[in-house]
Every structure is written in structure tokens, then in C-alpha cells.
């Protein structure tokens, strides 16, 4: 029950959004100051929803985040960097 709680309020929050079409996306492109979102503060954003974050990977403006939640519900998610906003996220 909690594991399809924790889908739901994924899917509420926006996590599951699809990918753009081109396989780009701009939110991940740099700001002009260079400022950034520490990979921390995204991951404390999921562990809050009860993921334990396996890993975090930084790569072309973008958080690669693998998550899972303690009923195995396996997650992989985009953030920007420069914003900490989720791009998209998807049940893997």
C-alpha cells in the first residue's frame, strides 16, 4: 500500500514527466552567474519522500539521480543544476 501511496504522490508532484521530444532540454543548461544546486540538496528532496538515494551524477547541466524506496520502488530522475528543479523523472 505504501509503495502505490509513494507512485502516487510522485506522479502528483510532477515526478513522472516525459521526456521532451528532441532529447533536450534547456532547463539543464547553465545560468550566466554559475551558480548551482548541490547535489545534497537534491538528494534530501527525495530522501524527505522516503527514497534512499543510490547515486547522484553530475553531467551536462544535469543531476542523474537513481533512487529507491524502501519497498524497492526503483526511480531515476533529472534535475538542473542551476535550479534543483526536476526535469523528469520515470519508474526504472
Do not use: F
Not at 2 to 24: N, Q, W, Y
Not at 33 to 59: F, N
Request: a neutral charge.
Amino acid at each position: 500500500m505504501r509503495t502505490i501511496i509513494m507512485a502516487s504522490a510522485l506522479l502528483a508532484t510532477g515526478l513522472a514527466v516525459p521526456a521532451m521530444a528532441d532529447g533536450l532540454d534547456h532547463r539543464c543548461s547553465p545560468v550566466a552567474d554559475g551558480r548551482i544546486v548541490a547535489a545534497s540538496e537534491v538528494s534530501k528532496g527525495l530522501e524527505v519522500l522516503g527514497y534512499r538515494v543510490d547515486r547522484v551524477k553530475a553531467e551536462d547541466g544535469c543531476y542523474e539521480v537513481r533512487a529507491v524506496n524502501d519497498s524497492g520502488l526503483p526511480i531515476k530522475a533529472v534535475y538542473a543544476q542551476a535550479t534543483g528543479e526536476l526535469v523528469r523523472a520515470w519508474l526504472r
